[in-house]
């Protein structure tokens, strides 16, 4: 049963009806789903959360679907994992991970297209669509399969060999564009009016983006029903940072958890940092750049919702940080050492981030913080590999311990 | 026929300048301001332009290469 009554506006606030449309015909401003609290306040509580499945699909009553069938490949409910030695290092002592790189397509992708992928099939298309350079391809690809549903998926002609075999597998049909970011762009927005696709994050996006809310429910069900003093969250469009805060107060109006405090910090790679920019210059304006980061599954230059995110962290009194290109594969080497968790370069940008964050003071040792790692680095191993240093040996005792004294000296 | 959305960001230089109705006169377009935020140090516009599609795209090449930028109205649509 679905609870949604209209899609509406973002900036003029004008409603439309429950359809695959995501830009106001009069304003062009983005369309977001508008809910029946009122109705989902009667129905949802505590006890029925927990008596749902252990996925993102527990909390469906908040999401904007109608039927009982999702499209689920098992999406959500990841860890949340208390970092002692992170936070030791850091100077925190209540820091959490949600550790979404443990998705069935290893991101948290699967979570907003899981319902794309399921109002998709609510609307009657056939196919699903999207342009992306990675963790995208995976999860349109991998839901398409679990759906039955055939698949489109554009990709740079340059992508690297292990993400293209990784959308690829599930047998999508997979379409190299030799051209550059722009053209890549440019050539799917002018599909995505000429096909009747759905395309997950064009005409599907008000209801896709809706998925990334399941990322607060989540956080705040696993810490005992409430919200956490910070969020330290990897920023592209800017769509799932405003989606978490949004989750968090829903769970907060609907009486779920207690009142919400979150400061939500914002964090780039100085490469591709337009939304940080902006609000180093104090401006609601989001000024296009052109990517040139390592941490490729943020390298959005034009990002959809930066103005919102903007306000998210005014309305939040958080922050933005832009980390410096270096200290990416850094912030993925210290999560991994010392807390057993491999990320991709967004996860390394959060950990780099939430260190100056500790470094500054934004965020104090005693309170409760969580940061969102939303990939996993097996997909980008070319990021940390110049940090890898194996030890060489000939398969001889002398030789492993000669290697090993030469490692302890240095 | 067709119609076309999209949005220009204009960089300080050509804040003052009448690109939109150039682009009108060059050619065969007609465009129509939806939205816009237009500032002394910056400027953005979303617009929708209807013609020929060649003519559009001959159109944009022409905004582009006086120095301002043309995105779809949606922002960046290729995703990580």
Redesign the interface.
């Given at each position: 049963m679905a609870y949604v009554t209209a899609l509406r506006c973002r900036s003029c606030s004008r409603e439309y009806a429950v359809e695959p449309l995501n830009v106001c015909e009069f304003c062009f401003g983005p369309l977001e789903v508008v809910y029946d609290y009122d109705a989902i306040a009667r129905v949802l509580s505590r006890e029925r959360i927990v008596q749902g499945p252990l996925s993102m699909w527990r909390y469906a009553a908040l999401l904007p679907v109608d039927g009982e069938e999702a499209v689920d490949i098992n999406a959500g409910f990841t860890p949340l994992v208390r970092c002692r030695n992170l936070g030791r290092l850091l100077g925190l002592e209540h820091l959490y991970v949600k550790n979404d790189a443990v998705n069935p397509s290893y991101s948290f992708k699967d979570r907003v297209v899981s319902v794309a992928a399921t109002k998709a099939r609510e609307f009657g298309f056939d196919t699903l669509a999207c342009a992306s350079t990675g963790n995208l391809a995976c999860s349109v690809a991998a839901h398409a399969a679990r759906a039955s549903m055939k698949a489109y998926v554009f990709i740079p002609a340059d992508l690297e060999r292990g993400k293209v075999v990784g959308a690829a597998v599930y047998n999508p049909t997979l379409v190299a564009v030799d051209g550059s970011y722009d053209d890549v762009n440019r050539l799917c927005s002018e599909l995505a009016d000429a096909y009747p696709w759905a395309f997950v994050n064009i005409n599907i996006r008000p209801y896709y983006a809706e998925g990334s809310k399941t990322l607060a429910y989540e956080v705040a069900e696993q810490l005992g029903w409430r919200a956490p003093d910070h969020a330290v969250v990897p920023v592209a469009s800017g769509s799932m940072f405003t989606k978490i805060w949004k989750g968090f107060h829903e769970f907060a109006s609907l009486g779920l958890i207690g009142k919400v405090a979150t400061r939500m910090h914002l964090t780039q790679a100085e490469g591709c940092s337009p939304i940080v920019e902006a609000h180093r210059a104090n401006s609601l304006h989001v000024r296009p750049v052109r990517p040139h980061t390592i941490a490729k599954s943020l390298a959005i230059g034009n990002p959809a919702d930066g103005l919102f995110a903007l306000r998210t962290i005014r309305d939040s009194h958080g922050t933005a940080t832009a980390v410096p290109e270096e200290e990416v594969a850094q912030g993925i080497k210290l999560l991994a050492e010392t807390e057993g968790i491999f990320t991709e370069g967004a996860g390394g940008v959060v950990v780099s981030g939430l260190r100056h964050l500790a470094e500054e003071g934004a965020i104090k040792p005693q309170e409760l913080t969580v940061a969102y790692i939303t990939g996993n680095g097996l997909k980008t191993q070319e990021v940390v590999e110049h940090l890898v240093h194996p030890l060489a040996i000939r398969p001889t005792l002398a030789s492993f311990e000669e290697a090993l004294r030469g490692a302890v000296a240095r | 026929m067709v119609t076309k959305?999209v949005k220009f960001?204009f960089p300080p230089g050509l804040i003052t300048e009448p690109v939109i109705y150039r682009l009108g006169q060059k050619f065969r377009v007609v465009t129509n301001i939806?939205?816009a935020?237009v500032r002394a140090d910056?400027g953005?516009v979303?617009l929708e332009i209807d013609g020929e599609a060649g003519e559009i795209e001959r159109g944009l090449k022409w905004v582009r290469e006086v120095g301002v930028?043309v995105?779809?109205?949606?922002?960046?649509?290729?995703?990580?």
């Amino acid at each position: 049963m679905a609870y949604v009554t209209a899609l509406r506006c973002r900036s003029c606030s004008r409603e439309y009806a429950v359809e695959p449309l995501n830009v106001c015909e009069f304003c062009f401003g983005p369309l977001e789903v508008v809910y029946d609290y009122d109705a989902i306040a009667r129905v949802l509580s505590r006890e029925r959360i927990v008596q749902g499945p252990l996925s993102m699909w527990r909390y469906a009553a908040l999401l904007p679907v109608d039927g009982e069938e999702a499209v689920d490949i098992n999406a959500g409910f990841t860890p949340l994992v208390r970092c002692r030695n992170l936070g030791r290092l850091l100077g925190l002592e209540h820091l959490y991970v949600k550790n979404d790189a443990v998705n069935p397509s290893y991101s948290f992708k699967d979570r907003v297209v899981s319902v794309a992928a399921t109002k998709a099939r609510e609307f009657g298309f056939d196919t699903l669509a999207c342009a992306s350079t990675g963790n995208l391809a995976c999860s349109v690809a991998a839901h398409a399969a679990r759906a039955s549903m055939k698949a489109y998926v554009f990709i740079p002609a340059d992508l690297e060999r292990g993400k293209v075999v990784g959308a690829a597998v599930y047998n999508p049909t997979l379409v190299a564009v030799d051209g550059s970011y722009d053209d890549v762009n440019r050539l799917c927005s002018e599909l995505a009016d000429a096909y009747p696709w759905a395309f997950v994050n064009i005409n599907i996006r008000p209801y896709y983006a809706e998925g990334s809310k399941t990322l607060a429910y989540e956080v705040a069900e696993q810490l005992g029903w409430r919200a956490p003093d910070h969020a330290v969250v990897p920023v592209a469009s800017g769509s799932m940072f405003t989606k978490i805060w949004k989750g968090f107060h829903e769970f907060a109006s609907l009486g779920l958890i207690g009142k919400v405090a979150t400061r939500m910090h914002l964090t780039q790679a100085e490469g591709c940092s337009p939304i940080v920019e902006a609000h180093r210059a104090n401006s609601l304006h989001v000024r296009p750049v052109r990517p040139h980061t390592i941490a490729k599954s943020l390298a959005i230059g034009n990002p959809a919702d930066g103005l919102f995110a903007l306000r998210t962290i005014r309305d939040s009194h958080g922050t933005a940080t832009a980390v410096p290109e270096e200290e990416v594969a850094q912030g993925i080497k210290l999560l991994a050492e010392t807390e057993g968790i491999f990320t991709e370069g967004a996860g390394g940008v959060v950990v780099s981030g939430l260190r100056h964050l500790a470094e500054e003071g934004a965020i104090k040792p005693q309170e409760l913080t969580v940061a969102y790692i939303t990939g996993n680095g097996l997909k980008t191993q070319e990021v940390v590999e110049h940090l890898v240093h194996p030890l060489a040996i000939r398969p001889t005792l002398a030789s492993f311990e000669e290697a090993l004294r030469g490692a302890v000296a240095r | 026929m067709v119609t076309k959305r999209v949005k220009f960001t204009f960089p300080p230089g050509l804040i003052t300048e009448p690109v939109i109705y150039r682009l009108g006169q060059k050619f065969r377009v007609v465009t129509n301001i939806r939205r816009a935020d237009v500032r002394a140090d910056m400027g953005w516009v979303v617009l929708e332009i209807d013609g020929e599609a060649g003519e559009i795209e001959r159109g944009l090449k022409w905004v582009r290469e006086v120095g301002v930028r043309v995105d779809p109205v949606s922002g960046d649509v290729v995703e990580g």
